[in-house]
Structure formats: C-alpha cells, structure tokens
C-alpha cells in the first residue's frame, strides 16, 4: 500500500536489536545541512564549467526537471513494492519515501543507487555520444537527478561500509543471524 503525503504508522523495533543508521551523532544530527551544503556546490557546478543551459526555453527545463523527479522516486518505489507498506511525504522541498519493510543491505543500496545510476551515470555516459542540444538536455538530466540525489549518494556509501549479513528499516541496522541447520 502506498500512502501519499502521510507519515507511515511507527514500527516497534527492539532497541537492544537495532541501532541508527546513522551511528555517529554529530554526523545525525548535521546530516540534513551536510545534504544542503552539498547540493549548493552541485548547484552551482554548471557554471564553473561554462555548461549553460539558456539555449534551452526555461518552461522545458521545467518540465524535465519534473519528469525527472517522478522518475526517480518511481525507481524508488519499484525496488521496494511488495516488500511493505509505502510512504511518499515531504517537508518543505524535499520529498523521501518511507517504508517499513525490513530490507537486506543488497535491497537497500539498490534502493538508494539505482536513480542515480539510471538517471545521472547512464546519461553522463551518453552524453559523449550526443551533441547540440540534444547533449544540453542530457547533461541537465545528469546534473538536476544528482542534484536531487546527494542524499541518496550519501547514503548509497554508508550502506557499502555495512556488513554483508545487515537489514535496514526505517533508519536502524541490526546483524542478521546466520541460521545454520543442523
């Protein structure tokens, strides 16, 4: 089931079991304005390298930017459909999903990396293949899905530093146990 602009109800996880994510607690705590740093430097990035996309008409831009957005969290949503309930909410201009599936650390990262791989890696490659505007138009594709990935690119690196044998929910980790049979 997937909730649109509400929170998921709470999962009771056994705090002896599950422990953050995110171990380190100034790192938690200044995770949100670490994402925010950096997707001001991506922001501003184009410019360094003289990469304009004024011959582009703005209301296009626009509109690949919001189809764009749509694809990455429809990439989201289709690695995680099945496994549990779905929640697409916000909080100012930013959009997360939530779900309170218990997923393997393969599950996860595939999760968190594959719209970035989709939309900002397959095109950046396509974008030595292509010239003119078409290049242009890659190349925003590229630029506007990292710009809205940092976080998922932050995360995609705290999950490879995780154990193999790790499940993630909703922001804790636990050890999954080997069960050996006899």
Known sequence: ????????????????EWTPFIQNNWFRKHYMKIVYLLQLVLFFIPSFFSTRFSHIPIFALILIGILVF???????????????????????????????????KARFWVFMSLPLIVLSLVPFILSFYVSGNLKLIIIFICWFN??????DIINSFLIALKPKNTLFCRGYVRLEEKRYIK
């Open 70 to 104: 749509f694809l990455h969290e429809y990439l989201h949503i289709i690695v995680i459909n099945k496994k549990g309930d779905i929640s697409l909410t916000f909080s100012g201009l930013f959009f997360w999903i939530d779900t309170n599936a218990i997923l393997s």
């Open 1 to 16: 089931m997937i909730l649109w602009f509400r929170h998921l109800p709470q999962v009771r996880l056994d705090s002896t």
């Open 146 to 151: 990292t710009l809205i990935s940092v976080s």
